[in-house]
């Protein structure tokens, strides 16, 4: 309990020289107080609110629109004990488990496993689920983005990255930025809350460090009044994210390809330039090195920087999933995202096939499979029979002769 007076501790959250009565100069509406934080809480029950009844009310005919449809999964026959299997212990059984389900339902090996697969595969999130999903963030990144930047256009620090630590920390703190982050921190709040029952991604751990990350930096930021390099990084983010967006919802849909390949290389780009040059060249150089032309190095100095290079460190994660992802779409051989759109499950992939034997791309595929051999089998027949007829004839006219 000792500890707890020391987390306010100046040295720790203001640079050497500066003190809590300096920042006592900044009017009560202008000086960023720890407790504005507890306005995210509310924010963030209200975006629960406002996505349910998005995914509701206004995703549904957008989907519609782009043509997204969900894919056609066969019945799974009841069968209690492998319900309760399913349910209670393992949704992949071993092999030695699957020995003695066999004993216990009276089913071969085969059949137990194809009742796993298709029942996996009715727990698969929708189409259209994963469509919601996409609009919703695709709507909030697009709102978050044109309001950051007209709140920061016209501001100085948006051109010459000094002004940042102009007079630092004693900077005044305006009604919009103020806005901007509590809006920002209730959205990533939602996420948090909502981690648990939306879509599972092979990033989901990285997603989660991400979430994590971005909320600590939001909040230190805030209480430290970095406000000024935080609304830059919000903005710089929200620029590459509306296009992934986009793009994921126009995947989902129906003959939306080639808009969907071009946004893709769009989004590649402007991820990439973001991320990887102006984020660690322009605001991680600024909070590194222009910062100490205002003041020296201090706690909160240190604790700033870390954070921003976890970000920068999920930064190289994911580029390294979309430069794998170009190299695919340029071989043509991409036919689905390395993240975003499949489960952690190693045999998703495996399971279309066979989950979906009921739909129309599952059947047409079956068709031209057996139009193939069909195709083969006839030629093979006529050859054989051209062959053997020419063996009769050569036959006969030996005898002949």
Not at 199 to 208: G, I, S
Not at 244 to 263: F, I, Q
Not at 331 to 349: F, Q
Request: glycine residues 4%.
């Amino acid at each position: 309990m000792e500890l707890l007076p020391d987390i306010w501790k100046q040295d720790y959250w203001l640079p050497p020289g500066v003190t809590w009565n300096d920042m006592d100069k900044l009017s009560d509406s202008s000086r960023p107080r720890p407790l504005d934080l507890v306005m995210s809480l509310p924010l963030a029950l209200g975006f629960l609110v406002l996505r349910c009844m998005f995914e509701r009310y206004c995703a549904p005919p957008m989907g519609r629109c782009l043509g997204v449809k969900n894919r056609s999964v066969r019945a799974v026959a009841p069968s209690p004990k492998l319900e309760s299997f399913y349910t209670r212990q393992s949704r992949q059984p071993t092999q030695s488990q699957i020995a003695s389900l066999m004993e216990l339902s009276g089913k071969t090996q085969r059949q137990i496993e194809t009742w796993f697969r298709l029942r996996r595969s009715h727990d698969r999130p929708s189409q259209t689920k994963k469509f919601s999903e996409a609009a919703w963030r695709f709507f909030f990144y697009l709102t978050s983005f044109v309001g950051g930047l007209l709140c920061l256009i016209d501001r100085p620090w948006f051109w010459d990255l000094r002004e940042c630590w102009r007079q630092y920390p004693v900077q005044p703190m305006e009604r919009a930025h103020y806005w901007y982050y509590m809006l920002e921190l209730g959205f990533y709040g939602s996420l948090l809350l909502r981690i648990s029952v939306d879509v599972k991604r092979k990033d989901f751990r990285e997603q989660v460090i991400h979430h994590l990350a971005t909320m600590f930096l939001l909040s230190f930021s805030y209480c430290a009044n970095y406000i000024r390099v935080g609304t830059l990084v919000m903005l710089l983010h929200d620029v590459s994210d509306i296009l992934l967006e986009s793009a994921k919802m126009l995947n989902y849909g129906t003959g939306w390809r080639k808009v969907c390949d071009a946004l893709f290389v769009v989004f590649a780009v402007v991820f990439l330039v973001t991320r990887l040059l102006i984020f660690p060249c322009k605001i991680i150089h600024t909070t590194l090195v222009l910062s100490m032309e205002t003041f020296q190095p201090f706690f909160g100095y240190y604790f700033f920087n870390i954070l921003l290079m976890v970000l920068q460190a999920l930064h190289v994660f994911w580029a390294t999933l979309i430069l794998r992802m170009v190299s695919k779409f340029l071989k043509g051989e991409m036919e689905k995202d390395e993240r975003s759109d499949e489960e952690s499950e190693p045999d998703e992939h495996i399971e279309d096939g066979n989950a979906e034997g009921d739909g129309d791309f599952s059947w047409k595929r079956n068709k031209d499979s057996m139009n193939n051999k069909l195709s083969m089998l006839t030629n093979n027949c006529v050859l054989n029979n051209l062959t053997n007829h020419r063996a009769t004839v050569a036959e006969r006219m030996r005898k002949a002769q």
